[in-house]
């Protein structure tokens, strides 16, 4: 006797769903929570078809189940921004982990009328992107100069958040922008809980985490870990306008070649910098000052320790100057240790370390190895600084003197 198949009710609803939505820019399957996504048949259609997909995950009614933003592989060609407000427990991902859908700004592109960003993102919570790979409107080609409307990602005021395995090219400001949104009720820092992983950004001029006012800051709570850096024509940098910005982990990263800095850090608290590559920096390995706003207390407990600092300019400098009103913090719990800097070129009389414009309540400079440093001056910490320990340094191959007051 044959048996009868009966698909259930809901798998029944999901196969309708899907296949009548086949019929429009995106396919839905209800039942595993997937919306597919294709490139459209023109800039405009892939623009608005895209604008779609992520205008249903927003609004979706279901927003604590997990969805999957699938796309398909293929150049996603744009013409304007992709904003999305509210975001909420997706994953934006390549259907095809082998082939990233390539989402691209059209030669035509506007900043003026078409936004600066390819995706921006705002109120977010529990997003993942995943193997995609973005491309801005810079080639960098005449000039090293920004081009400030070229953006690639921004999230703002968004949390746990997770950007893995994505791929970034020729963007002429901000590949990638974490911070605080400028129109968020809550001031100072609403940004937390960001993975930055296994992600390649080159030629481009900047990661940032700053805003375009003083009342929001950065981000907070945060993890950089085994990115690629390279041609970096600005600096990866990390800034917050106002307090909260605080414990960044930045580890196992490579950062390679660049005009300017490489790690560029103003007015965070608990940062650390641990296992990374620089090298072919023109200017400063790692600057860490403060920015040019109001002053408020930042700067402890920095850590900085087994890097590898090579053919620079210049290598570690932690510069806290007063504020722009004049108010000075002095921080506390300054570690630079087991760092390796080779062929630092500065020829001015600049340490390869250096502690400066400002004191620091417990520095401890330990277990450095100096080499190929030009102008022969490797440590120097401002004299009223406090707890200060300079022990166990290597100087071209010999033992740097220890000092402690």
């Not at 087991?338 to 370390?353: E, F, K, M």
């Amino acid at each position: 006797m044959r048996k009868l198949f009966r698909l259930p009710l809901a798998g029944l609803v999901s196969v309708l769903l899907l296949q009548l939505s086949s019929a429009f820019a995106y396919q839905t399957d209800t039942v595993n929570h997937v919306v597919t996504l294709s490139p459209g048949t023109s800039i405009s259609a892939t623009t608005s078809d895209m604008r779609s997909a992520l205008s249903y995950l927003v609004n979706r009614s279901d927003t604590a189940t997990q969805w999957t933003l699938k796309l398909t592989p293929g150049q996603y060609v744009l013409s304007g921004q992709v904003t999305t407000n509210g975001l909420q427990n997706t994953i934006i991902t390549s259907s095809d982990m082998t082939q990233p859908a390539q989402l691209i700004k059209a030669p035509a592109w506007d900043s003026a009328t078409s936004g600066e960003y390819i995706l921006y993102n705002d109120m977010c919570k529990s997003v993942q992107m995943i193997g995609l790979a973005f491309y801005g409107q810079t080639s960098f080609a005449a000039s090293a100069d920004p081009y400030w409307p070229d953006q690639g990602v921004y999230f703002g005021s968004c949390s746990v958040v997770k950007i893995d395995s994505n791929q970034f090219y020729n963007f002429g400001n901000a590949a990638l922008r974490v911070a605080t949104w400028e129109r968020d009720p809550i001031a100072g820092v609403d940004s937390f809980k960001t993975q930055v992983s296994n992600n390649r950004f080159d030629n481009f001029y900047q990661t940032s985490t700053t805003v375009q006012d003083n009342i929001h800051g950065g981000t907070a709570l945060s993890t950089w870990i085994n990115n690629t850096f390279t041609r970096i024509h600005g600096s990866v940098k990390f800034a917050s306008r106002t307090p909260g910005a605080t414990t960044i982990q930045f580890y196992n990263n490579i950062l390679d070649t660049g005009e300017h800095f490489g790690l560029e850090i103003n007015n965070y608290n608990n940062f650390d910098l641990k296992g990374n590559t620089i090298r072919n920096i023109q200017s400063v390995a790692m600057n860490i000052y403060t920015g040019a706003i109001p002053g408020f207390p930042w700067g402890d407990s920095f850590s900085i320790h087994n890097n590898n600092i090579s053919n620079v300019g210049r290598g570690i400098r932690y510069s806290h100057e007063p504020g722009s009103d004049g108010f000075q913090y002095v921080p506390s719990n300054l570690l630079i240790d087991s760092n390796t800097l080779t062929n630092v070129h500065d020829v001015s009389g600049i340490p390869a370390i250096w502690v400066v414009n400002g004191n620091v309540n417990g520095v401890t400079i330990s277990n450095n190895n100096m080499s190929g440093i030009t102008n022969q001056d490797y440590v120097s910490v401002t004299s009223g600084s406090t707890s200060v320990s300079i022990l166990n340094n290597l100087a071209e191959g010999q033992p740097y003197p220890n000092k402690s007051w």
